[in-house]
């Protein structure tokens, strides 16, 4: 039981480019979500889905686009990286009100 | 809009200082209020969920409690293992489960 599992770890972009975050999680749970984390800006969620073949935005959802084509994944996308998109990515997943975290994705955008 | 804020932002304590955490809130509503742990390069760790004023939780050497307006976590005897970043998030009522509004987090360190 591997929990919540996130890929890649760590990404370099340059603005403009375009990338795909993978959050695949092996408790079936229905609900996952998309946060950024900012120093000093705490955990913000981006995009969540109640469901496979939902999804619905968050605080601050500009600039990324998500799907949930299999009840186990939840996919981030960025169309084209801005430097404002430079944070730390956490996926997760909950069941009932106890949310499940994966361990991070690092992104810089130059 | 719902707000968390936590305080202080850093706390240092040596081994065996009992101190508490602060979480104050504004929502909509209370439907939940989580705390979590976080360890630096990690993703945060469920620690309690408390659902009405005058509950608490315990777990080892931390307590929750909350009140209408805040929310307390008691750290009683600390030790090193216990330095983390300590988050609070509150849910509002008639939101999906999980959807959380964080606040920016407590560094708690603990020197032995």
């Known amino acids: 039981n591997a929990g919540v599992t996130q890929t890649p770890k760590f990404r370099v972009l340059k603005t403009g480019q375009s990338m795909t975050l993978l959050c695949a999680q092996d408790?079936?749970?229905?609900?996952m979500y998309w946060y950024r984390q900012d120093p000093g800006m705490g955990l913000r969620l981006i995009h969540y889905?109640?469901?496979?073949?939902?999804?619905a935005k968050g605080e601050v959802p500009d600039g990324y686009n998500v799907s949930r084509l299999k009840k186990q994944n939840f996919l981030l996308g960025l169309e084209s990286a801005a430097p404002s998109q430079t944070s730390v990515y956490f996926c997760a997943s909950c069941s009932y009100n106890e949310q499940f975290f994966g361990p991070g994705t690092r992104l810089t955008v130059l | 809009e719902d707000q968390v804020t936590q305080s202080p932002e850093a706390l240092r304590l040596q081994e065996g200082e009992s101190s508490s955490l602060n979480c104050s809130y504004t929502v909509s509503g209370l439907r939940g209020l989580f705390w979590y742990r976080q360890d630096p390069g990690k993703g945060p760790e469920f620690l309690f969920t408390l659902y009405s004023a005058g509950e608490e939780k315990e777990k080892e050497r931390l307590k929750a409690t909350l009140t209408k307006k805040e929310s307390f976590l008691h750290i009683t005897a600390p030790k090193p293992e216990d330095s983390a970043t300590y988050l609070c998030a509150v849910q509002a009522g008639g939101t999906s489960y999980g959807k959380l509004t964080f606040g920016q987090g407590t560094i708690l360190t603990v020197h032995p």
């Open positions: 889905s109640v469901g496979e073949g939902t999804t």
């Open positions: 408790m079936n749970h229905e609900y």
